[in-house]
Structure formats: structure tokens, C-alpha cells
């Protein structure tokens, strides 16, 4: 079996589907994947584009952004983050003013998140969209994983020069993803409950966008999704 069902109530599909999720292992090309299915829906895809929304709310510079995407914020960090919210060690700051850090970017990015799930048709790619949107109605999650050997042959193929470090940058990208949801939504990040379909990479871009279509009976581009 190339496509799992998770252990997700199927009661959402009552309710049109109009938001998907797409978390994905490093490696697995599940961005690709959100990328493709968004373009054959005809949905707004929310990406990197979650980053420059966070970084235009919060007044900072895309490249500021992008170094806390997915990103916990070092220990030395979130230590002095506690001693700073204590009143007796905290310093002081005008009332309108925001640090701005993993755990502001994130706030951000789920604010962005429930916007787009409120005005429908469109699909995100990771970054805690799936514990941001749980239970919300009409979202479909997705997690798209792959086999060992075939994310090696794609870190291999896109960073020849690090080839040798493969296998340990495969795990440290993804244990970094996980401790970012486990922090911000107490939630595992691979965990199958939190998700309403598994799907393998291995079987191309067409057969995931057809098992989503079958799953949620949403159709292509130029034709009406179905009632339910």
C-alpha cells in the first residue's frame, strides 16, 4: 500500500473540502507535490509565502524571516527568554514592542494560516499548518513521506557536494521540524492521527494528487468540487 488512511474521523467530509495541508519528511519532494496539486486545483498555494506574510506583519526583512522557518530558537535563547519575562529581569520596552523570534513568527504564521483556512481554497505546506487547522471544518491533511534510499538519491542529486552527509542531514532537518511542533503545538509531528491520509512519494506526483482527489472529491481546475 502506497497511500494509508490515517486514524482522522472521517466527519470532515461532510463539509466541503476547501483547505489542505501538505506535511512532508525532507527529501520525500512533498513541497513539490503541494506545488503540483495546488496548480491542478486552481487553489492560492501558501509556501514560502507564509514566511514573507510573518516577516511583512512583523517589520523585518525577509532574510530575518527566513533564518527562524522551521526553526527553534537556540537554548541559550529560550533560557534568557524565561529570565526576561520574569518583571524583576526583563527589559524594558515600549508597549508595542514585539521580540521578534521563533515562537513571534510562528504566532504570525498561524495567524496567516486561519486567514487563508476562513477564506478557503488553498493549499499549505507544513510548518504546523496541520495542529494550526485540526478539526478546523473543511481542511484535509496530507503527510507525505518516502523510503530511506529514495530521499538519499534526491540529497545526493541536489547537493553533490555533500553527498557524504546524506543520511545526517536527511534526519537533522526533519528532527528539527519535529521539535518545532512538539514545542509550539505539544503535538508528534509524524504522529498518523493528525492526519487524514499518508502518502508515498514513490508513486509520482499523479497518483498522490489522484488519491487526494478520490479522497476528498475535489476535482481539477475548471470543474465544481463535490458537495460532499
Keep these: 500500500m502506497y497511500a494509508r488512511f490515517a486514524g482522522v474521523s472521517v466527519g470532515m467530509m461532510h463539509r466541503p473540502i476547501r483547505v489542505i495541508t501538505v506535511e512532508r519528511e ?36 525577509l532574510k530575518t524571516a527566513e533564518k527562524f522557518d522551521e526553526r527553534l530558537d537556540p537554548w541559550y535563547y529560550r533560557y534568557g527568554k524565561i529570565l526576561w519575562q520574569d518583571p524583576v529581569y526583563a527589559p524594558a520596552r515600549g508597549a508595542n514592542e514585539e521580540v521578534f523570534d521563533s ?92 492526519y487524514h491520509i499518508l502518502l508515498n512519494s514513490c508513486i509520482g506526483a499523479e497518483g498522490m494528487i489522484a488519491a487526494v482527489e478520490a479522497t476528498t472529491g475535489l476535482k481539477a481546475a475548471g470543474t465544481k468540487a463535490a458537495a460532499g
Design 103 to 194: 515562537e513571534r513568527m510562528l504566532s504570525l504564521m498561524r495567524e496567516e494560516m486561519l486567514a487563508a483556512a476562513r477564506e478557503g481554497n488553498c493549499v499549505l505546506v507544513g510548518r504546523g499548518s496541520a495542529c494550526a487547522l485540526s478539526g478546523h471544518p473543511g481542511c484535509f491533511h496530507v503527510f507525505v513521506y518516502a523510503t530511506a534510499a529514495a530521499k538519499r538519491d534526491w540529497y545526493m542529486r541536489a547537493f553533490p557536494d555533500k553527498a557524504e552527509r546524506a543520511d545526517q542531514d536527511l534526519a537533522a532537518f526533519d528532527k528539527r521540524r519535529a521539535a518545532v511542533i512538539r514545542k509550539f503545538y505539544h503535538q508528534d509531528w509524524c504522529a498518523r492521527g493528525l
Design 26 to 61: 525532507y527529501g520525500s519532494r512533498g513541497g513539490e507535490f503541494a506545488h503540483d496539486l495546488a496548480r491542478h486545483l486552481g487553489w492560492r498555494l501558501l509556501d514560502s509565502e507564509l514566511v514573507c506574510a510573518a516577516a511583512r506583519k512583523a517589520r523585518v526583512d
